[in-house]
């Protein structure tokens, strides 16, 4: 996992729980890292899993929202660092539906050894899509956050729910619904 997801995890952290937090997480949670991240390395994404259980444990807040406050809080910082990749699109649904073979193709281009997740799109309409997340770290409410912050990106209203009757393999199907 690149290291960007990690130093973005320790800024999470810094802003809603403190510098102290992240002193102590770091210190308690034992990192082959020993949390010393560089953006554009890499790193194993366990690493990510012991320091997101340590501030489930620490705040009391479950890690399915953390997850999702997250992904909300990183999406400004990849729209940022590649906005000649987001310029192209002019709303929420057209930039979710080409993260599979636009967004993340490009972003193989540039980072050769990420493990980027695969979205297929399911049924795609002008105001509501059906995405298929599958992955092998499971970061489904990641994923929630990053799309939740697309819409307000778009200044756009909308939901975001799972389909919970859809079971393959450990893939997720999302539906993303444009409100206004
Ligand atoms: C500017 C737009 C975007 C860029 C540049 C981008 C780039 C990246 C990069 C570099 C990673 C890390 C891969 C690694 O750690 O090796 C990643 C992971 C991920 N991206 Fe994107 N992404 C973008 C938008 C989105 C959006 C809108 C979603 C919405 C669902 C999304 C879903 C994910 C997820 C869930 C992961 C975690 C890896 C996994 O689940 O296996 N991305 N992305």
Known sequence: MKGFIFTNFLDFVEKNNGLKMVDSMISDCDLSSDGIYSA????????????????????????????????????????????????????????????????HIEVKKLYEDAELPTFSVAEKTKTSLSLIYTSSRGLTYFAIGLMKETLDFFKVKGKIDIDHAYNNNGSVKFHVEILD
């Open 40 to 103: 554009f390395l890499s790193y194993e994404y366990k690493e990510l899993v012991t320091l997101l259980t340590y501030v489930s444990k620490n705040t009391n807040i479950k890690q399915e929202v953390l997850l999702e406050e997250f992904g909300r809080f990183v999406l400004p910082y990849l729209i940022g660092k590649h906005s000649y990749i987001v310029k192209k699109y002019s709303n929420p649904i057209d930039l979710l539906a080409g993260i599979e073979n636009h967004i």
